[in-house]
C-alpha cells in the first residue's frame, strides 16, 4: 500500500471503493486454510472468537467471547463448520450464506463448566467432531486447536485424536493483513481520534476518571464501535507506577493524566495512548513526555520490512533506565504488538522476547508501539502509543491525534 491509507466512511456508497467485505472475507479464509495445508494437521478446531470470526467470518456478542461454548472445524479441503448459539445459527443461515447452511449447527458445551463434563456435551461434540474428521479423510492427522477447557482436551484424546497446537500458525496467518483489514483499522483509529478531541475538552478539575470513560464509551458506540473492550483512565499520583485502569478519582489542576483507548470497529482493534497535561504542566512532566517520545521516535525510525523484531526492541529502552529491576518486572511499558482482530496479536516486540527469538518484519504488518516514563517527581508519568502499518515505503501511522509535545489541556 503506497501513498495515504484511506479512513472512508462508514457506509457503503455506489459512488466510492471503500472496504469491500466479500474480498475481506475471502483473503481471511484462504489464508487460514494455507496454514492448515502447510501443516501437519488434518483439521483445526478453533475456540478462539478471533480465530472463528478470522475463518467463518461469523461473531456474537462479545460478553460470550470467553465462554468457550462456540466453535469451528476447519478440515483440508472443506468449508468451516461453525457449533454456536441455536437462535444464533438461524441467524447466520439467514444472514450468512457463505458458509454451506448445513455447516452452521447449534451447540452447546457448558459455559466453563457452569454444566458439568459429567452430563455429557462435551462427548458428544467429540463424537460429531470426530465423524466429520473420518468423513474428510483426516482423522488419522493430528488436531490443531488454538485454546481449549482441560475435560474437552482429555475427551478428545480418551476418543483416539491426537491434538497439537494451532493458535501459532493461525497467529501467523493473521499476522499479514490485507488492504481491507488496514482500512478498517485505519478507520477504527479515526473513531480514537474524535474522542480524544472530546477528552482535552472535558479535562477540567472536578471531573472524575470514570466520567471519560463513560464518554468515550458513549461516543465510540454512537460512532458506530462494535465492542468497547476497555478505556484506561490514569491520572495525577496514580500515573506512577502504571496501574491499567480506571477509577472515580477527581482530576486535579495541574495532573498529567493518560487514556488508552481499546475499542473494534467490525472487529478490528484499536490500542491508543494519549497523555495530557491539566491546566499546566511541570518541568518533571514535560521532561518524562519528552524522553517517552524520544523513545516512540527511535523505534518509529527503526522500523521497515526486513528488520528483525530485536532490532527494533533494542532501539527501546532496557529495564533499568526507567526504575525497574529485569525486563519481565517492566514488561507492557515498552513495547510493540500486534494488532487486528485481536488486541495482542504479532508481532511481539519486546526485550523480553525478541532477542530470543526475532522475527523479520514484513509489509501488511500493523502493530501498537508502546512507550512509558516516569517522571522526576515521582508520582507524573508519560505514556504514548502509535499505531504503525508496514508499507513498501516505510512506517505509516493510523493514529493522528497530536503526540510530538505533551498537550495542556484547558490551560490556565
Known amino acids: 500500500m503506497s501513498g495515504p491509507i484511506p479512513a472512508p466512511g462508514h457506509m457503503g456508497v455506489d459512488y466510492e471503493e ?9 483473503y481471511r479464509l484462504e489464508r487460514a486454510k494455507a496454514a492448515l495445508e502447510t501443516s501437519e494437521c488434518g483439521a483445526f478446531l478453533l475456540f478462539d472468537f478471533y480465530n472463528i470470526r478470522y475463518t467463518t467470518q461469523t461473531w456474537i456478542g462479545g460478553a460470550l467471547g470467553d465462554k468457550m461454548i462456540r466453535y469451528a472445524l476447519l478440515a483440508r479441503d472443506k ?3 461453525l457449533w454456536d448459539f441455536g437462535s444464533a445459527v438461524k441467524h447466520h443461515k439467514k444472514y450468512s450464506q457463505w458458509v454451506p447452511e448445513e455447516n452452521y449447527r447449534a451447540g452447546f458445551l457448558g459455559f466453563r463448566g457452569a454444566v458439568a463434563p459429567s452430563v455429557g456435551l462435551m462427548a458428544d461434540a467429540v463424537a460429531e467432531i470426530k465423524s466429520l474428521l473420518v468423513e474428510a479423510g483426516v482423522a488419522d492427522l493430528p488436531v490443531g486447536m488454538d485454546i481449549v477447557e482441560p475435560p474437552f482436551l482429555f475427551e478428545m484424546e480418551r476418543q483416539g485424536l491426537r491434538v497439537v497446537d494451532a493458535q501459532q500458525l493461525m497467529l501467523d ?5 490485507s488492504h481491507d483489514e488496514i482500512v478498517l483499522l485505519n478507520q477504527a483509529a479515526a473513531m480514537v481520534d474524535g474522542v480524544y478531541q472530546d477528552i482535552v ?3 477540567k478539575p472536578g471531573v472524575r476518571e470514570n466520567q471519560i470513560v463513560a464518554h468515550a464509551n458513549k461516543r465510540l458506540y454512537e460512532m458506530g464501535s462494535d465492542q468497547v473492550e476497555a478505556v484506561n483512565a490514569i491520572s495525577g499520583e496514580r500515573c506512577n507506577p ?7 478519582r ?6 498529567q493524566a493518560f487514556f488508552d483507548i481499546i475499542h473494534s470497529f467490525n472487529g478490528y482493534r484499536t490500542c491508543y495512548y494519549r497523555t495530557f497535561a491539566v491546566g499546566s504542566s511541570t518541568p518533571a512532566q514535560r521532561d518524562a513526555y519528552t524522553k517517552a517520545r524520544e523513545w516512540m521516535d527511535r523505534g518509529i525510525e527503526g522500523i521497515k520490512a526486513g528488520v528483525g523484531t530485536d532490532e527494533v526492541a533494542a532501539l527501546l529502552p532496557a529495564a533499568e533506565e526507567f526504575g525497574f529491576g529485569s525486563e519481565m518486572e517492566a514488561f507492557g511499558l ?3 504488538h500486534g494488532l487486528g482482530l485481536g488486541l495482542h496479536e504479532r508481532p511481539i516486540i519486546s526485550r523480553l522476547n525478541s ?9 501488511g504488518m500493523v502493530f501498537a508501539l508502546e512507550t512509558y516514563c516516569p517522571a522526576s517527581d515521582g508520582v507524573s508519568a508519560a505514556r504514548i502509543e502509535e499505531e504503525i502499518v508496514i508499507t513498501e515505503d516505510g512506517p505509516q501511522i493510523l493514529t493522528l491525534f497530536p503526540a510530538q509535545e505533551l498537550v495542556v489541556a484547558n490551560p490556565y
Open 242 to 248: 502504571h496501574p491499567h485502569n480506571f477509577t472515580d
Open 201 to 203: 475538552e472535558m479535562l
Open 79 to 81: 468449508d468451516p463448520v
Open 173 to 177: 496467518a493473521r499476522c499479514i493483513k
Open 355 to 363: 532477542m530470543k527469538e526475532p522475527v523479520e518484519l514484513q509489509v
Open 250 to 255: 477527581l482530576i486535579r489542576p495541574g495532573d
Open 18 to 26: 471503500r472496504v469491500d467485505f466479500e474480498r475481506l472475507r475471502r
Open 334 to 336: 515498552q513495547f510493540a
